[in-house]
């Protein structure tokens, strides 16, 4: 069972900073994208950064230069490094994978999301 587990999530002060972390398991054949949603209360889930096996990654507007994901392809595993955070930062991150499942001797694209973890911005 391929599964995806975030850690990192918590309250933190306007203009602090946490890091995120997502780690993939189970019969893992390969990872593609990866990436990171976030979804505040009665609002849409919306892309926060997306990071290519291969290539560039990509941001929302919003947080553009205060935000980085990165990945490490051994651990299968990819992080979001949130800094000068708004209040408006505050919401559910969800980590999200594209990846190819290895079930015996084929083969199953999958599109896999994580939990989601929360993160608080507040005084």
């Known amino acids: 069972q391929v599964q995806l587990v975030e850690s990192g999530g918590g309250l933190v002060q306007p203009g602090g900073s946490l890091r995120l972390s997502c780690a993939a398991s189970?019969?893992?054949?390969?990872?593609?994208?990866m990436g990171w949603y976030r979804q505040a209360s009665g609002e849409q889930r919306e892309l926060v950064a997306a990071i290519p096996s291969v290539g560039s990654t990509n941001y929302a507007d919003s947080v553009k230069g205060r935000f980085t994901i990165s990945r490490d392809n051994a651990k299968n595993t990819v992080y979001l490094q949130m800094g000068s955070l708004k209040p408006e930062d505050t919401a559910v991150y969800y980590c999200?994978?594209?990846?190819?499942?290895?079930?015996?001797?084929?083969?199953?694209?999958?599109?896999?999301w994580g939990q989601g973890t929360l993160v608080t911005v507040s005084s």
């Open positions: 189970g019969s893992i054949f390969s990872i593609n994208g």
């Open positions: 999200h994978a594209g990846l190819v499942e290895k079930l015996g001797g084929s083969y199953r694209y999958r599109e896999v």
